[in-house]
Structure formats: structure tokens, C-alpha cells
């Protein structure tokens, strides 16, 4: 705020708020502006997380903060007008507030903002704003205080960050690696190449606050000795890579960046935004390097790591967007103070995507240790319509599904693992009792099908096999050897293939055959599917009993599978029935079965 007499009005334009219309309610408020009737700062900031209730504005005045949900251009005006108007918080439409308990407080009980401390606090797009919340404090006092590449790598080490891309390798452990490289030239890469469906943390973090992950990478350089960062953001970020290189532009501008960056002679460290082809394989690293070399997104054999030879096979030090984001807050801090959170082996917080069938989707930051139902029912507000909470996916197609009855296990790298699962990068699918745990299998198979680069003949072809076994599965044509098969072709793609799309795509179809083999043998053995879910074994009924005739069903079905005449019970013929399920959602007496 400008003073303590003028209010301050900002909407959340992060991509998940822009697809609500957040852009409607923005340009709404420009106009209530103009016409004088209130007199208001307008202002703009990314996601705070809560994007279930897009578009969100928040109004800070005199007497503290309010934020708002689902402010769409036609009840923004009337809401805001009412607020600095009469001085009257609409609290149906309130959902967090330091003046009064929002309806939807819970949301943020029990996160550690850490990795997303800035975001929704400030305008992404502002270097001042950046600076006001500790933008560049980090490495600042780095060069200030004369610290050596090995006090900071000791930092990083103390801190007990582990690499939240996935794979959770001891962050200060990887860049004392190419630190001891004798090589002069040496590179950075921010790994932004986010590509698991239902994950959105990288993009948030990059939308909401670009200038911390800089700043990371300018630490990491700094410690490891490097020049040059990269990163590579996949180009269906565009407002994450529209934000990036604002940040990148304003940091030059400051000498933040460049030659003798931060007034520090001989540091000559930049960065630039490579943009990726949104091939799934280059989130793995050396498929990643060799896509900015320009190169076929392919991964190499390992040894040699890419922190001996990586980039233009130099030394390279890759960590994800994450990571990066947390680093400034632990010089800053303290190591002590991020190890102070999490459990023994996994420090600090971890950032998730809530998706799937969740009340509150969105993004939350939680300290390791907590468990996956107070994740899904604290901050997630349970299950959508009341229904039973069934699995979580946890770690995308790399990762694995957790069934309900091991919802108590903590969220720390050896538990999850322990479950079969992956701590992943951060995506946690929620599904409930009308999914069907093969198809779920199926739709990732298929996607890291698609995904494979084709180099190893294990993951090209053996993943399709898979994939064609979970389809006749579902189709109501499996067989009782089809178990042993996906098994057996599982363990050889996981022990064969080069990299970690094929060592850990069969993943899905191992975690639900563990906890979920009733399933498949209900598909295989009675042709029938537990969740209702898939259509090729079906079967639509009426009851007779509920029938009333209506002719609505017969009137909406789309081969003309329902016969009866108006005021008496109707009958569907099975053999026309093409089980799309138009009957059953147009009638409104419950007369139409599903078995």
C-alpha cells in the first residue's frame, strides 16, 4: 500500500487464475477504478495455491487482509464496492482473512511456506517488489561476507536438501561433485521441463516467482564455480518463460547478472531460457543436455554423471525449479532452520499439486513427515460429493498408486518408495471409488508409451505390449495368463532400459497388480468392472419397479436401444446398446442399473 488511507486490490493472474478469467475480473476492476466511486491501488500477483476458488483477489486496507474467491467480472464489483465502500467483508465469498476465520482457512493449516514464500505475496513481473520480500539477500551476502565455495556447498550439505525433481539425491552432495572438477568450464541447468500430467508446481513457482530461482542458480554457480546457467522450460509454459526472462532482463539491468555479477570481479555468471519441445524423456538429464546441445532429446549412458561430463561435456551441476527455489532461504537462514523441518533422511518441506477427485485443488508446500490423508483431507477437504477416497497416484507415470488403507504413510522419500510408489516431483492424482485402477494403469502406460524416445528396445516395444494387454483387459478379452505376462515384461523393461521413463513406466501396472489384483482378476474372470468404469462390460437395465414412463431415456438414447410406450415401464435391448450412459444420466427417478 501506498499509505495507510489507500486500499490495495490485487487479483492472482497465474495461469491457473487466467483460465478462470482472472484477465475478466482484472480489466473489471480497472473500470471501477476509473469511475471513481472507490478509490483503490490495483495490482497483480501470481497463484497463492488455492486455485479451486479462481479467480482470487485479494483487498489489504487499514484493517488488515481479505481475500476473495471465485471474483468473476460479474460479482467482483458488487463484492469490492461493498468492502471499501460500507467497510463490509462479504464473508460468503471470503476465503482467508486475518479479521475472521474465511470458510476456507484449513487450506493453509499445516503448510511451510518455503519454496513458495513470495508467491501470491508479491508482483511477480516487479524487481522491487522481489527485492522487498529478500530477492538477491542470498548471494548477496555470499559475496558480502566473503564466503567460500566450500562454506556454501557445506551449507547445501548441512541442510539435508535432497533434489525434489524425483530422483532425491543430496543437492550439496551433486554440486560438491562438480566442484571438484578441475575443469574451468562449467555449467548450471534448471531442469523446468515439467511434464507429468496433473503437475503444475514448476510452473507455478516460475510464474509466481521467477527471481528465486535465479537466484539459486546464481549460488549454485557461484559455489560450483560456473559461468553460464540454462533453463530449460518446456514451451507450454509461455507465461512462466514470458516472467523468466523479465526476471533475466531486470537482474542484467541491476548487474545482478552478466560480467562481475553482483559487483563480484571474476564472476561472470548469466543465464538464459532454453524452451523445450514438451517431450516427456528430457525431463531426464542427459536427454535434457542433449536437447540444448540440439540434439535429439535422448538420454546417454551413465557413467559418466553429467557432474564430470555434462553439458557440452563439461561439468554441470542440474537441479529442477524446486530446488533452486529453495536454496536462498537456507543461506539466509540457515541450514539449522530447513533441517529443523522433515523427518531424519528427508529435510524441509515438499511442494505438491492436489488433482483428481479432490475438493481444494491446487498447490500446497508441507513439511516432509506429514501424512498423505491430513494432505488430502486437512488441506485437500476430502473426497468430491462425499464419496470414498480410494488411491492417490503419487509421482506421475514414473510413480505408483498408495490405496486408502496406506493413507497414514508420511511423505519422506524411503516411505513412499517403501509403498512402491515415488516421491515423484510433486504431482498427487486423488481418485475415488468410480475409478477403475486398470485403466488409470492403462492412461499412464499409454502416455510413457507415447513418451518413449525409442532407443532401447525394452521400453519401446515392451511398454506397448503392456499397454496392449491392459486394453484387451478392459475391453472384457483378458486372460488369466495375462497377469504373469504384465509382470514379467515389467521387471525386464525396469532392469533393461537406459534411463528413468522406462525404468520406472511399468510402475503403475506393478502398484495396482499389489493392491488392486481383485480388479484385474474381476475384468479377466467375470468380465465385469468394480468401479462401473469401463463401458465395454457394462450392462443397462431399468427397473421396473421405478420406471415411470417418462419416455425421457427412450427419447436421449442414440441407437434407439430403449422400447416402450409413454406411462409404462421401458426395456433396453442389450444387443443395440452402444453403454454410453445417456439413459442412466437423463433419468430422474434412479430407474436406469448399471452392473
Not at 578441475?182 to 503437475?199: Q, S, V
Not at 541491476?254 to 570481479?265: D, F, R, S
Request: hydrophobic share 35%; charged share 25%; net charge neutral.
Amino acid at each position: 500500500m501506498k499509505n495507510n488511507k489507500t486500499a490495495k486490490v490485487i487479483v492472482g493472474l497465474g495461469s491457473c487464475g487466467i483460465a478462470a478469467g482472472a484477465t475478466k475480473t482484472y480489466n473489471k476492476l480497472k473500470e471501477l477504478q476509473l469511475q471513481g466511486e472507490v478509490t483503490f491501488d490495483l495490482a497483480r500477483t501470481s497463484c497463492i495455491g488455492m486455485c479451486y476458488k479462481e479467480p482470487l483477489v485479494e483487498v489489504q486496507d487499514a484493517k488488515g487482509s481479505v481475500i476473495y474467491g471465485d471474483m468473476t467480472d460479474d460479482k467482483v464489483s458488487a463484492v469490492i464496492l461493498k468492502h471499501l465502500k460500507e467497510g463490509v467483508v462479504d464473508e460468503t465469498m471470503a476465503v482467508q482473512s486475518d479479521q475472521f476465520e474465511g470458510s476456507e482457512h484449513r487450506f493453509f493449516d499445516g503448510q511451510v511456506k518455503i519454496a513458495l514464500r513470495n508467491c501470491g505475496y508479491m508482483d511477480p513481473e516487479s524487481l522491487e517488489e522481489a527485492e522487498q520480500r529478500e530477492a538477491y539477500h542470498a548471494i548477496r551476502k555470499i559475496i558480502g561476507q566473503g564466503l567460500s565455495q566450500e562454506a556454501v556447498i557445506k551449507n547445501v550439505l548441512d541442510s539435508g536438501l535432497r533434489g525434489r525433481g524425483g530422483g532425491g539425491f543430496p543437492t550439496g552432495l551433486k554440486w560438491k561433485f562438480a566442484y571438484q572438477s578441475e575443469n574451468p568450464e562449467k555449467y548450471i541447468i534448471c531442469n523446468a521441463d515439467e511434464g507429468d500430467p496433473g503437475a503444475f508446481m514448476d510452473r507455478s513457482l516460475l510464474e509466481g516467482d521467477p527471481h528465486a530461482v535465479l537466484e539459486g542458480m546464481m549460488i549454485g554457480g557461484y559455489a560450483i564455480g560456473a559461468q553460464t546457467g540454462v533453463i530449460y522450460c518446456r514451451a507450454e509454459y509461455p507465461l512462466a518463460i514470458k516472467r523468466l526472462n523479465i526476471a533475466i532482463g531486470q537482474a542484467r539491468e541491476k548487474g545482478y547478472l552478466g560480467k562481475n555479477a553482483m559487483g563480484k570481479e571474476g564472476f561472470n555468471f548469466d543465464i538464459y531460457v532454453k524452451e523445450g519441445a514438451g517431450a516427456f524423456v528430457c525431463g531426464e538429464e542427459t536427454a535434457l543436455i542433449a536437447s540444448i546441445e540440439g540434439q535429439r532429446g535422448m538420454p546417454r549412458k551413465r557413467p559418466p554423471f553429467p557432474a564430470v561430463s555434462g553439458l557440452w561435456k563439461k561439468p554441470t551441476n542440474i537441479n529442477n525449479v524446486e530446488t533452486w527455489a529453495n536454496i536462498p532461504w537456507i543461506i539466509n537462514k540457515g541450514a539449522e532452520a530447513y533441517a529443523a523441518y522433515g523427518t531424519e533422511k528427508s529435510k524441509g518441506t515438499k511442494v505438491f499439486a492436489l488433482t483428481g477427485k479432490i475438493n481444494n485443488g491446487g498447490l500446497v508446500e508441507v513439511p516432509m513427515g506429514i501424512s498423505i490423508n491430513d494432505i488430502i483431507f486437512k488441506l485437500g477437504g476430502g473426497i468430491q460429493k462425499g464419496k470414498k477416497f480410494k488411491a492417490v497416484q503419487l509421482g506421475g507415470p514414473s510413480g505408483g498408486c498408495i490405496p486408502a488403507e496406506l493413507g497414514h504413510t508420511i511423505v519422506d522419500y524411503d516411505s513412499v518408495t517403501a509403498t512402491g510408489a515415488i516421491m515423484g516431483s510433486g504431482g498427487m492424482v486423488v481418485m475415488d471409488e468410480t475409478t477403475c485402477m486398470i485403466d488409470l494403469a492403462k492412461f499412464f502406460l499409454h502416455f510413457t508409451q507415447e513418451e518413449s524416445c525409442g532407443k532401447c528396445t525394452f521400453c519401446r516395444i515392451g511398454t506397448k505390449r503392456m499397454l496392449e494387454i491392459l486394453e484387451r483387459i478392459t475391453e472384457g478379452k483378458g486372460k488369466q495368463e495375462d497377469i504373469a505376462t504384465l509382470e514379467l515384461l515389467a521387471y525386464q523393461i525396469k532392469d533393461n532400459s537406459l534411463c528413468g521413463l522406462g525404468q520406472t513406466a511399468p510402475n503403475p501396472v506393478l502398484t495396482t497388480l499389489k493392491y488392486f489384483r481383485h480388479e484385474y482378476e474381476a475384468h479377466i474372470h467375470d468380465k465385469k468392472c468394480p468401479a462401473k468404469a469401463c463401458k465395454p462390460l457394462l450392462t443397462y437395465t431399468i427397473d421396473a419397479d421405478k420406471c415411470t414412463g417418462c419416455t425421457v431415456c427412450a427419447k436421449k438414447c442414440p441407437t434407439n436401444a430403449i422400447d416402450g410406450t409413454r406411462k409404462e415401464v421401458h426395456f433396453i435391448r442389450t444387443e443395440a446398446c452402444i453403454r454410453c450412459g445417456e439413459c442412466y444420466t437423463v433419468c430422474k427417478f434412479d430407474a436406469v442399473m448399471v452392473d
